[in-house]
């Protein structure tokens, strides 16, 4: 009884917060899965009673929800492999070489994490439109590459600094250069750090909305974001297709989250994973 | 041998000759050609897409630009003109407040949440897992997403929201349309970012609660603390510097936020809801006015630095360290 008193009310904290924490994912599953009489009922049920998969084939059939999906896929991947070979290499410069002013350079990299997108937008959008990249995925992911490579580098440094240095200085007494060393000895133990990097610049290329919706003007460039914005900001909102999309959109980076879920947290401090 | 080996080493060192200036600079140079090829991608990129456009944003924004202008670089020097708009006009002048206000409230609900969430995790109640699980959960759901969630949530006919509250008794919400009213839009947006960023900070302070010695908690009980002061005398000033370095990193989050507000408030009266960034994005883009567009990024942007630099400065001691 005086355990109940003392922890009971723990637990009654941990299954509220864990009710708000999850319940809007799960409705959102189960209203993607319902058909639509009973999505548009003003007495909604808790779970699904006839559930079926039509609201998934239709927004990949007659939505633009497949196109949008590889348009996504092509942007972030190619962001996550240009970012982590440039910001590899600066962050390896940063970690381990003598670099005049190096303080000063990790000072700006890291406030450049801070500025607002919307202080970039106007001249990116004017040298994307002189160089013909508007709506093209070459212009989106470089970018892209504009907030995702300071992030990854002040990350990836970090990690660096973790691998003690004398290892290198062993490889190359041994013989080997030090471009060498870097490739053979830290690029091996440095591989945790850069798939979290990776995949920190994934979610980011992934979750981003403002340049996309700036650049990418034609329907066949869209990516997820602007497609299920498009659904939403309709007068009469198509609710299904709506949850079915945003199921599709998420599903990812939620499994990217519980794989790395170790990793996350140790890059997040230098400011990652937010719109 | 090996002794007289090493003298003979060093007295030749001292013997020979001093580099001569040129070999100096060709040494230094070759010292230096490695660090710029590895930097020089990463740099051009950081100068390219962050510096320059820094700049000119901030040199548009005493500039009177349309879209011609913009693509042809015919902008016209107007001064503070721009600035004196954003700070007399009405509704420019409101998305700066509505930052401000809107902002710090969500940091603060996102703080206080995130503390009790962390305390409740640090526990170890039984069915840990799955409670830790749960609360990363909504962290990985994208912006967009998690606006579109939430806005059928909200729904002013068949949102669950809506239905949950009139089963409950408040008859008012039957029907109510959050999104078209200030307040109640600022409502369902505070849920969503707090619900989208509780998960980070609580997961943070987890880890900082993790670092507080046991002994001295222990040391503090022996002398009859109570839980409350426990926290407050021994918890809280251990947390003080992870605690300052989450205020400020949501506070910058929060205040440029964009892409729920981008969702979710058009359906205000007069945009009255909107944020600095969107409206900047808005007299930008959808109303051509280039030049109030930069000006309201560069107040948001100085705003923010200010932040940024309290925040450069704590991660900066923390690295020496």
């Known amino acids: 009884m005086r355990w109940m008193l003392r922890r009971g009310w723990m637990y009654v904290c941990a299954l509220a917060v864990s009710a708000f924490a999850l319940f809007p994912i799960y409705y959102v599953v189960i209203t993607s899965l319902k058909p639509r009489s009973e999505i548009y009922t003003r007495t909604p049920d808790l779970w699904p009673n006839d559930p079926q998969w039509h609201q998934y084939t239709r927004v990949f059939t007659e939505g633009h929800v497949g196109r949008a999906l590889a348009n996504s896929l092509i942007v972030a991947t190619a962001t996550t492999l ?42 990116l959008f004017v040298l994307m439109r002189n160089a013909n990249l508007i709506g093209t995925y070459q212009g989106l992911v470089v970018a892209y590459l504009a907030f ?3 992030l990854a580098i002040w990350i990836m440094r970090g990690f660096i600094l973790t691998i003690p240095e004398e ?17 053979r000895v830290i690029l091996p133990i440095a591989g945790p750090g850069l798939i979290a990097t990776a995949t920190l610049s994934f979610i980011a290329a992934w979750n981003e909305f403002m340049l996309a919706l700036t650049f990418m003007d034609t329907e066949e460039k869209k990516t997820l974001p602007l497609v299920l914005q498009q659904f939403v900001g309709r007068g009469d909102t198509d609710w299904g297709a709506v949850m079915a999309t945003s199921v599709i959109y998420t599903v990812p980076v939620i499994l990217f989250f519980l794989l790395m879920r170790k990793r996350l947290m140790l890059g997040m401090t230098a400011g990652a994973v937010k719109g | 041998m090996s002794t007289t080996s090493g003298q003979a080493v060093a007295a030749g060192r001292l013997r020979a000759p001093r580099p001569s200036a040129a070999e100096r600079v060709m040494r230094a140079a070759s010292k230096l050609t490695l660090p710029v090829i590895l930097l020089l991608p990463a740099m051009t990129i950081i100068v390219g897409l962050v510096g320059y456009p820094l700049v000119k944003t901030i040199w548009l924004s005493f500039t009177d630009t349309r ?21 007399t006009d009405e509704q420019l002048r409101t998305s700066l407040v509505n930052t401000v206000v809107f902002g710090s409230a969500c940091v603060i609900g996102t703080m206080v949440l995130g503390m009790c969430v962390a305390l409740l995790l640090n526990q170890r109640l039984r069915f840990n897992w799955f409670f830790s699980l749960a609360v990363l959960l909504p962290w990985a759901v994208p912006a967009i997403a998690a606006s579109s969630i939430f806005k059928w949530l909200f729904d002013d006919r068949y949102g669950f929201v809506n239905w949950a509250l009139v089963g409950l008794g408040f008859d008012h919400f039957k029907d109510y349309a959050w999104f078209a009213d200030r307040n109640s839009a600022y409502v369902a947006m505070f849920v969503v970012v707090v619900w989208q960023s509780f998960p980070f900070i609580a997961l943070s302070l987890l880890a900082g609660l993790q670092t507080v010695p046991k002994d001295t908690l222990d040391a503090a009980a022996v002398d009859g603390a109570n839980a409350m002061q426990r926290f407050r005398l021994v918890t809280l000033p251990l947390l003080r510097p992870i605690l300052a370095v989450l205020v400020i990193f949501s506070t910058i989050w929060d205040f440029k936020i964009f892409d729920q507000v981008y969702v979710l408030a058009p359906g205000v009266p007069d945009r009255a809801a909107d944020t600095a960034a969107v409206t900047s994005y808005r007299e930008a883009f959808a109303l051509g006015h280039f030049g109030t567009g930069a000006a309201i990024a560069v107040v948001l942007f100085l705003v923010l630095l200010v932040f940024s630099i309290a925040y450069v400065r704590l991660i900066g001691k923390e690295a020496r360290t």
């Open chain 1, 148 to 150: 995702t490579v300071p």
């Open chain 1, 82 to 123: 240009i970012c982590v070979l440039v910001a590899g290499m600066a962050a390896y410069a940063l970690a381990r070489l003598e670099v005049p002013l190096k303080r000063t350079l990790l000072m700006l990299i890291l406030t450049t994490q801070m500025f607002p997108l919307v202080v970039l937008i106007i001249p």
């Open chain 2, 67 to 87: 879209l011609g202008d913009l693509i042809n670089g015919t902008s016209t020097w107007i001064g503070l003109e721009n600035y004196k708009e954003v700070f």
């Open chain 1, 167 to 183: 290892l290198e200085h062993a490889a190359m007494t041994d013989g080997a250069t030090r471009v060498g060393a870097m490739f």
